[in-house]
């Protein structure tokens, strides 16, 4: 149902965004007497695109916080001992700066061979140049689909239908986001998709909450953007392994104690 309802105010918007975006090009390139398309480069796109994106992200946030479907708040993280929920927020960190470097070995190798798309390229070329805005951007982003991934749906799944068997539904949750990315990029990125899905679903399991994936998240769009135009170095691995193995290690063992018990 939670899906449904996020898909059906994402259409309604994409489309009456589209049909805008398309209208307001169109008009500008006939008054101006230019040919159509002149105006649809990629700062035009993204500044349309942003404008709607939030639009859709302030009404998708009403919904679910409105209804009471998903919240923001700290689920069972404890307040006390702080060391906790720092090495919590400390962990996620570290896993997702992982994360982003094996994400950008794997994407420099697609460009490098020629099976990541022109538009995927340029789209990751203009944020880097454009790194603060598309920062935040993609917190805007990112905590609206967390919340209703995780907050709403997978919490659903977790609490309700699947509530003795989180590792299943997580690894089918996790499979769904590698097959997504096969289909929308390359085989290659498959695998950091499908470990950054576990890792955030099992941190959902251990948390109920949110906030540590919205940090992981961004964590990761700082990282991976910034590493954009700079060559991957195979010896990178070992960094992925050591930091990301160690945050995954600080953040779960610090939860261990008040996960759910299955």
């Given at each position: 149902m ?17 049909a ?11 008054f ?36 009471g ?9 404890p ?24 994400y ?20 990751y ?11 935040l ?19 659903e ?8 068997r ?37 941190m959902?399991h ?21 590493l ?35």
């Open positions: 939670y899906l449904l309802l996020a898909l059906g105010i994402t259409l309604g918007v994409v489309f009456v965004g589209g805008t975006a398309g209208f307001v090009a169109g008009f500008i390139d006939g101006n007497g230019d040919k159509v398309g002149t105006t649809s480069s990629m700062t035009y796109m993204v500044g349309v695109g942003s404008v709607f994106v939030i639009i859709l992200c302030a009404i998708l946030q009403w919904v679910f916080l409105k209804l479907f998903a919240s923001y708040t700290t689920g069972r993280i307040k006390s001992p702080k060391s906790v929920s720092w090495k919590l927020y400390v962990g996620m960190i570290m896993a997702m700066a992982g994360m982003a470097v094996f950008h070995l794997m994407l420099d190798k697609d460009i490098e061979r020629g099976f990541t798309r022109e538009i995927v390229a340029e789209s070329s203009w944020m880097h140049q454009h790194l603060v805005f598309s920062i951007m993609l917190i805007i982003i990112e905590a609206t689909a967390n919340l209703v991934i995780y907050g709403a749906v997978l919490r799944l977790l609490e309700w239908n699947w509530k003795h989180p590792g299943l539904i997580i690894q089918i949750y996790a499979a769904i986001m590698a097959i997504f990315c096969l289909i929308n990029s390359s085989a290659s990125l498959m695998y950091p998709v499908y470990m950054i899905a576990q890792i955030e679903g099992m959902y251990y948390t109920r909450s949110i906030l540590p994936i919205i940090v992981g998240d961004v964590t990761f769009w700082i990282v991976m953007l910034c954009v135009g700079i060559p991957a170095i195979a010896w990178w691995f070992l960094i992925v392994v050591l930091v990301a193995g160690a945050g995954v290690y600080l953040a779960f063992n610090a939860m261990e104690p008040y996960k759910p018990i299955d």
